[in-house]
């Protein structure tokens, strides 16, 4: 597959290895331009492009940016992409400041498909990134960490699904977008290296009347790390 990757983060980074390392032709992105990643590019084998380039990608564009970055990027191009876009990121108030539809009842990924104009699917928010980076294992062994996706679109989900299994972590299906509040931050789900049937446990035990309280308890102990 061809696919964009907006975001040289830890997340970002991370899966760009992962996926070049599988044979996909990546291409990976900032705001600073190209020239700013040239040791990302080297280290994962990706090729470092304009983001105007990797949200041209024609298969899957994966962004893995602060919400508050969001609004800054090519809309024009992603609105009328064609590909899979699966945002991996996480609202926290204290970096991205207040966001009223998000605090008036939408997930933080219904937030990113209105603002860029076109569906997503929420994946890979729900792990941090050591665990990402080091503790992808084959399919089948005992106690391997599970992910969830969620989306609207189930042939795109199932993309979504089968991607993360060929890095090496089970996936589940995570119910609909307005549904990923269960594994957004703060939620029982929410980076807990958990095994498939833990995560299932996991995304149950969510309590939507709790979001708001999950959301500032994480926010504030995501504060001294953003």
Excluded at 36 to 62: C, H
Excluded at 99 to 109: E, M
Excluded at 144 to 155: N, P, T
Excluded at 188 to 206: G, H, I, T, V
Aim: with cysteine; hydrophobic share 40%.
């Amino acid at each position: 597959m061809e696919i964009g990757i907006i975001g040289p983060g830890n997340i970002g980074s991370t899966l760009a290895g992962y996926l070049t390392a599988l044979g996909h032709q990546v291409m990976i992105a900032n705001s600073r331009g190209p020239k700013s990643l040239g040791e990302i590019a080297a280290k994962t084998g990706a090729t470092a492009v304009t983001t105007e380039a990797a949200a041209g990608a024609e298969d899957l564009i994966i962004i893995a940016i602060p919400n508050k970055a969001i609004v800054n990027l090519p809309k024009e191009l992603l609105s009328a992409s064609k590909a899979t876009i699966v945002d991996a990121g996480n609202y926290y108030p204290s970096r991205d400041g207040q966001i009223a539809d998000i605090q008036g009842g939408l997930t933080d990924s219904e937030w990113v498909a209105k603002v860029i104009g076109h569906p997503v699917i929420k994946a890979f928010n729900n792990i941090v990134a050591p665990s990402l980076a080091s503790k992808a294992i084959p399919a089948g062994s005992p106690n391997r960490i599970a992910l969830s996706v969620a989306g609207d679109d189930q042939q795109q989900k199932q993309t979504v699904i089968d991607l993360v299994d060929e890095i090496g972590f089970d996936a589940i299906d995570g119910g609909t977008l307005s549904e990923s509040w269960r594994q957004q931050p703060g939620a029982p789900a929410y980076c807990q290296d958990l095994d498939r049937e833990s995560l299932k446990s996991a995304l149950q035990r969510a309590d939507i009347t709790q979001r708001d309280d999950n959301r500032a308890k994480a926010d504030e102990m995501a504060r001294p790390y953003l």
